[in-house]
């Protein structure tokens, strides 16, 4: 899959410097589902403010996307990357050190927690600047398999709050982070091909195209599927199954791994087949899966099976419609990628707190699921109308009419 043309074309300490720094990040961003069912306890919760904590992290990392969109195209990557994790090392040692006691310190904490998801903006055009179209795919598959990190805070703050307690963990997760800092200063560097900076009128004019709008829904199934996803399954699985929260924190980490590595070699499928074919396939899957876990399983291992499916279907779909944005808007990619970025997270938001509001209403997390199925078939629906236009169109309107890229 990684061929030496690939290895040749790029910037391979940037590239890992972009998964290691993503991944971290979002191992941060995402924290409060794992920690879900202590904080709730401690702080005695409904589902629905449960579905609302783990939520806001998301769409706050999705509004402060489309500012890192724009600091990515003014001040390069690497330096918009700086920025974004000192705010978040610093808030989760003052996190740490003054305490979080009440509701509204939880949702504060999810607002600069949305800081690390907002890192998609950064990491992603940092990588991709360095990537011929060929390689896109694949480079931003690379650089976007950092959402695994989710996994490792599902995988290890259920655990480390039984022992430490869950206020301790938000500090020890700094240390991870600080570490994939210091990787980051260290590594990573802006591509020589920076474009240079344009009038902040210019930005709106991107949403100006139909294309955009679809590629920003497109993700917010995608994306918004698998982030929301990530953040509620050790809450749903405590709730709905009664398991254990490191033993529900191990069901989501299988499901996130499952969703997470599927996403390079999805990126270099839609390299060869196009991205389009790619998403279609992806959205039936990802409809099937979401619609049998909005029936209720009869046992714990058969719903992860499901939601397993459902991810992998998810986490393949992030990687293609990645495969796509550059191809139409390769000289806007900083701001494609916040507004699109951005969407995912507003779809993550969405899942997880209609997730929690299903609960609280119907006593069941199942009609969530089935809502947001419906949205997987819309985007089927919709990408089987948009592929024949987007193949005659989308290699002129990028320049590059001569040599075109599968779509």
């Known amino acids: 899959m990684i061929d030496k043309s690939f290895l040749k074309s790029g910037h391979t300490p940037t590239l890992f410097a972009a998964f290691l720094y993503f991944d971290f990040s979002?191992?941060?961003?995402?924290?409060?589902?794992?920690?879900?069912?202590?904080?709730?306890?401690s702080l005695g919760l409904t589902p629905a403010e449960k579905g609302l904590m783990v939520a806001v992290p998301l769409l706050a990392g999705a509004a402060l996307r489309l500012v890192n969109g724009v600091l990515v195209d003014h001040i390069g990557p690497k330096r918009t990357g700086i920025i974004g994790q000192l705010i978040v090392l610093a808030g989760l040692l003052t996190a740490w050190f003054l305490g979080v006691h009440?509701?509204?310190?939880?949702?504060?904490l999810g607002v600069v927690l949305g800081v690390a998801g907002a890192s998609f903006a950064v990491a992603l055009p940092l990588a991709s600047r360095w990537y011929p179209?060929?390689?896109?795919?694949l480079a931003l598959g690379i650089?976007?398999?950092?959402?695994?990190g989710t996994a490792l805070a599902a995988l290890f703050a259920p655990g480390l709050a039984k022992v430490v307690g869950w206020n301790a963990v938000i500090g020890l997760a700094a240390i991870p982070l600080a570490i994939a800092f210091v990787v980051y200063l260290t590594l990573a560097k802006d591509a020589p091909n920076q474009p240079p900076p344009k009038r902040w009128s210019e930005y709106l004019g991107v949403l100006k195209t139909a294309d955009a709008w679809w590629l920003m829904f497109l993700y917010a199934v995608t994306f918004g599927g698998f982030s929301g996803l990530s953040s509620s399954l050790t809450i749903y699985f405590n709730a709905e199954y009664g398991l254990d929260p490191v033993i529900a924190g191990f069901f989501t980490a299988a499901c996130v791994f499952a969703g997470?590595?599927?996403?390079?070699?999805?990126?270099?499928v839609a390299d060869r087949i196009g991205g389009v074919r790619t998403l279609i396939a992806v959205y039936g899957f990802a409809?099937?899966?979401?619609?049998?876990?909005?029936?209720?399983?009869?046992?714990?291992?058969?719903a992860l099976v499901v939601i397993m499916l459902a991810m992998m279907a998810l986490g393949a779909g992030n990687g293609a419609v990645f495969q796509l944005a550059p191809q139409r808007f390769g000289k806007e990619i900083g701001v494609i990628t916040g507004l699109v970025g951005a969407m995912g997270g507003v779809g993550g938001f969405y899942l997880a707190s209609t997730l929690g509001f299903a609960k609280q209403l119907t006593g069941s997390y199942q009609a969530g699921?089935?809502?947001?199925?419906?949205?997987?078939?819309?985007?089927l629906i919709a990408l089987a109308c948009l592929k024949s236009q987007w193949r005659a169109r989308w290699p002129a309107l990028s320049g590059r009419a001569a040599e075109p890229v599968r779509v």
């Open 26 to 41: 979002f191992m941060v961003w995402v924290i409060l589902g794992p920690l879900g069912v202590a904080i709730s306890k």
């Open 102 to 108: 009440d509701y509204s310190h939880v949702l504060l």
């Open 133 to 137: 179209p060929q390689h896109q795919g």
């Open 143 to 148: 650089a976007g398999a950092g959402n695994s």
């Open 260 to 268: 997470s590595f599927v996403r390079p070699v999805c990126g270099a």
């Open 287 to 302: 409809a099937i899966g979401l619609l049998a876990a909005g029936i209720h399983q009869p046992s714990p291992a058969v």
């Open 369 to 379: 699921f089935v809502g947001f199925a419906s949205l997987a078939v819309v985007a």
